[in-house]
């Protein structure tokens, strides 16, 4: 259940029991526990009840521990290869795409790692950020990490999280660069997208659009 609320999409007891193929009574005993855990909040609309993760700190626990609940490789089928290649974690990129974009900042010398689990951004970086219109100073402000490194379940390397990392995310889905999936945390690069990260990274960041759906 905590896996499909992944997506930040606050969902019913009833889809979770479904996603979870528990019934109805063992999901509310279940989504119970969660919430005096502080795992879940909990949404009301009329005589509706909808769930989602507390915060992005919990997500991004729940993103980690894939890392030792899952096999060493990952192994790839038809039906889970987009969820690899370009998902979300809450309100950040994972998969490969997440992956190879945090590397290409790196390489650029845009964010430098610092410690281990902080990213800082170096000077070029802002400037890049800036370009993207990401406001910087009020990110620092907030009351959750700026940069943080998350180690991706499937890829086993680092991707981006944080503010910033959801920053960069919301970004990409604002300027198209990026399309969601619906029902679903996996999200396409667009063309634009494609082109937008060759035009900054060139080979360094190698890069798909994802099949006709993407487009």
Not at 17 to 30: K, T
Not at 61 to 71: C, K, N, P, W, Y
Not at 99 to 125: D, F, I
Request: with cysteine; aromatic share 6%.
């Amino acid at each position: 259940m905590l896996t499909a609320l992944l997506d930040a999409r606050p969902l019913s007891a009833g889809e979770l029991a479904r996603a979870a193929n528990v019934s109805a009574q063992s999901a509310s005993m279940h989504l119970a526990q969660l919430l005096a855990g502080g795992f879940l909040r909990v949404l009301r609309e009329g005589r509706h009840r909808f769930y989602r993760i507390a915060s992005p700190d919990i997500a991004h626990a729940i993103e980690a521990l894939g890392t030792i609940s899952t096999a060493q490789r990952y192994p790839l089928s038809i039906t889970n290869r987009d969820l690899c290649y370009a998902r979300t974690c809450y309100d950040h990129l994972a998969g490969e795409l997440g992956v190879k974009l945090s590397a290409a900042l790196e390489h650029h010398r845009l964010l430098l790692p610092r410690g281990e689990e902080e990213y800082e951004v170096t000077r070029r970086g802002e400037d890049l950020l800036a370009r993207w219109q990401i406001d910087l100073e009020s990110l620092r402000k907030a009351r959750r990490p700026f940069a943080r490194r998350c180690l991706d379940w499937t890829e086993r390397q680092y991707h981006l999280a944080g503010a910033l990392g959801a920053a960069i995310c919301q970004r990409f889905l604002d300027a198209h660069w990026i399309r969601r999936e619906k029902q679903s945390r996996i999200v396409h690069l667009t063309p634009a997208g494609e082109q937008e990260l060759i035009h900054l990274f060139g080979k360094t960041l190698r890069v798909q659009v994802q099949g006709s759906s993407g487009r």
